[in-house]
């Protein structure tokens, strides 16, 4: 656990070191199951994502939970209330908990945490999960990992299907409505089920679940969708298609990224070339200069 945490601080931390890590991963290259919770701020996603570890532990399996913050530069360790709802997993080795902040330059997090789940695979987990704890753009970037992302609503006013924000629905491959000890969950489920009715969407139809996630009930049902996704992927041929498209995305950004650390280091270490484009001010020609270097 130790060297994982150690590890995950690497990629988290973009150290160059993380090569030679890949190479040494790449026998043990077992691709776990990633699902994401997303949804606004108090819906119950860190009460639902413990309930769905203990869930998995009771099936015996593995499990991962990563909480992705890009607003927060915080990194090494469990949100505090998060670390404190999910103490009873604490001495579980079968159970690995960490926050990913942003650190550097934007993509950061969703690179660092891709590679992250390539070494929870490595180091066998069944699961990995991811929770968004920001707002924003991260629901995306978080869809775009997982396998399967499960949006999370709840009957309050602040959060209604009316509220959800556009692309939230196409990101979704099960609805959540937790908190469905609250009056006007159904009111939530059926408008949503009216919204989805309208998107002509041929394949897979997200189905829309109902979850008392701060007292355990309807976990089971919510897995089982995951589980009936995760069947539909596989069967329809998505699930390869997925995992080259995330490759090449990978790719791509690492190379970006490696590009940049090249600029960088070709105008520290050489001044002439740096008068040049303070001079001409032509950053397009001096970044195509710099890639087309011979090493
Ligand atoms: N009434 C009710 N409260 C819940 C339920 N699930 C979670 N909560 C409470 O909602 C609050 C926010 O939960 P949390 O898991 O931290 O939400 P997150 O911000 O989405 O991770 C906490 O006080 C939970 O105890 C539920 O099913 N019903
Ligand atoms: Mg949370």
Known sequence: MRALARAITLVERRDPSIRRLEEMLRQDA???????????????????????????????????????????????????????RMQRHALDTKVFIRSMGARGHLGGLSLATREAIR????????????????????????????????????????????????????????????????????????????????????????????????????IEQLWDAVL??????EKSGQAQALTEQRLRDETAEVAAELARRRAREALDKDPELAKRLFDD????????EILDRKR
Request: charged residues 20%.
């Open 281 to 288: 001010r032509t950053p397009y020609r001096t970044a195509e």
């Open 30 to 84: 077992r691709v776990p199951g990633v699902v994401g919770f997303t949804g606004a701020p108090g819906t119950g996603k860190s009460t639902l994502v413990d309930s769905v570890v203990a869930l998995l532990r009771k099936n015996g399996q593995s499990v991962a939970v990563l909480a992705t913050d890009p607003n927060s530069p915080f990194t090494g360790g469990a949100i505090l209330g998060d670390r404190i």
């Open 228 to 233: 009936a996704h995760r069947r539909h992927l």
């Open 119 to 218: 070494l929870l695979g490595a180091f066998g987990f069944d699961e990995v999960i991811l929770e968004t704890v920001g707002v924003g753009q991260s629901e995306l970037e978080v869809a775009a990992m997982a396998d399967t992302t499960i949006v999370v609503l709840t009957p309050n006013l602040g959060d209604s299907v009316q509220m959800i924000k556009a692309g939230i629905l196409e990101i979704a491959d099960v609805f959540d409505v937790n908190k469905a000890d609250l009056d006007g969950h159904t009111r939530v489920m059926t408008e949503l089920r009216a919204m989805l009715s309208l998107s002509p969407k041929a394949g897979w139809k997200p189905p829309i679940l109902a979850t008392v996630a701060s007292r355990q009930e309807g």
